[in-house]
Antibody
Framework: EVQLVQSGAEVKKPGESLKISCKGS????????IGWVRQMPGKGLEWMGI????????RYSPSFQGQVTISADKSISTAYLQWSSLKASDTAMYYC????????????WGQGTLVTVSS | DIQMTQSPSSLSASVGDRVTITCRAS??????LNWYQQKPGKAPKLLIY???SLQSGVPSRFSGSGSGTDFTLTISSLQPEDFATYYC?????????FGPGTKVDIK
């Protein structure tokens, strides 16, 4: 069974750093792109970027370039989303999603990680 | 960026109603259009990919159509479990984008 299991909710202060994770199982982790999606409170879905764990090829949506870092450790089938200095506006739910090649749709989603940034 | 719009932004419907949601892309995306359903507090769920292909396990009352810039998601007979928010997504561009969502609630 394909699963993406994300790390737990985080409460951080502005300026702090954070790294959240997404562990894949039930499939060949290095053979599928993993994307990250942001959902701010009460808002819609925003595509942040994507990584191919096989070779760590990473692409960022323009709005998120320079704001976050996406990485992966294929030895433990885990992708990461990282911030070096959080802002209150980073408060959101973050989802990882496995992307199928061809028509590039997201077929499996993690359960989400809620990040709250507040002083 | 390719911009996605959806209409309506919300609708009220009754169980058994036929529901149609429209999605439009700012440029041609061929059939690189996917539909997701999201219920409160849950991750999105893939319903339709490549504009008209039904994801495995999704009820056949859901269908998708369209190509180029105009797309439609249809629910043939609305069921109680279908009350949710629906998002379209273009996956044509390297930078995927979602529509703003359509909330379907109970009349």
């Amino acid at each position: 069974e394909v699963q993406l299991v994300q790390s737990g909710a985080e409460v951080k202060k502005p300026g702090e750093s954070l790294k959240i994770s997404c562990k894949g199982s039930g499939y060949s982790f290095t053979s599928y792109w993993i994307g990250w999606v942001r959902q701010m409170p009460g808002k819609g879905l925003e595509w942040m970027g994507i990584i191919y764990p096989g070779d760590s090829d990473t692409r960022y949506s323009p709005s998120f370039q320079g704001q976050v870092t996406i990485s992966a450790d294929k030895s433990i089938s885990t992708a990461y989303l990282q911030w070096s200095s959080l802002k209150a506006s980073d408060t959101a739910m973050y989802y990882c999603v496995r992307r199928r090649d061809g028509y590039n749709y997201g077929d499996y989603w993690g359960q989400g990680t809620l990040v709250t940034v507040s002083s | 960026d390719i911009q996605m719009t959806q209409s309506p932004s919300s609708l009220s419907a009754s169980v058994g109603d036929r529901v149609t949601i429209t999605c439009r892309a700012s440029q041609s995306i061929s059939s690189y259009l996917n539909w997701y359903q999201q219920k409160p507090g849950k991750a999105p769920k893939l319903l339709i990919y490549a504009a008209s292909s039904l994801q495995s396990g999704v009820p056949s009352r859901f269908s998708g159509s369209g190509s180029g810039t105009d797309f439609t998601l249809t629910i043939s007979s609305l069921q109680p479990e279908d009350f949710a928010t629906y998002y379209c997504q273009q996956s044509y561009s390297t930078f995927s984008t979602f529509g703003p969502g359509t909330k379907v609630d109970i009349k």
